[in-house]
């Protein structure tokens, strides 16, 4: 197994790069902002068990052969783009609740357990977004090894540890994101028209996402 310096150094480099802007810590940006921080800490969730899936299949040497075929990446990224479509079609028609302060205390109830009731759909929209992106199991084919050492012994468990030390990052980083945007969000969603643009711009910025996504190349 790696050693204890290996796994520091590799977490660092994760943090850094779950820093960096990308579409999954976008989305959870802009997922807590509309949802608030539980929904986003959802999607957090969901893209983590993502990465578990990328990780397994670079383990496995499923990476490999998904990254030699240009029919699969092709497929993969259009059926990636098609869903952040179908998300900015549905953040653009998002209606604009109107919030009287009087009646957010009879409302809390109702609205709790609606929220209860979708945490299981948002930690699926946010598998669903990570193992639709084929750039980030190209990442991982190019990434993980490098901190693999055959010296130590069988990569494939080496590789997961990796993956789960990765995952940890990326959950504390993104965590950070949803509770900071879950918090301004809410302050936003007081106003109709704060609501409105908040909507319009997760929209647009999905709708960029996707068109990104449908003509990146390997």
Known sequence: MPSLQTLFAFFGVA???ALSPGPDNVF????????GWR?????VLGLCLG???HTAAVALGLAAVFAASTLAFTVLKLLGAAYLAWLAWGALRAPVSQVDPDSQQAAAQPLAGQRRSGALRMVGRGVIMNLTNPKVLIFFLAFLPQFADPALGPLAPQIMLLGLVFMLATFLVFGAIACFSGVFGAILQRSARAQKLLNRTAGLVFLGLALRLAMAER
């Open 28 to 35: 959870v940006l802009l997922q807590s902002a509309q949802r």
């Open 39 to 43: 929904v986003g800490m959802c999607v």
């Open 15 to 17: 943090v850094l790069l």
């Open 51 to 53: 990465l578990i899936g």
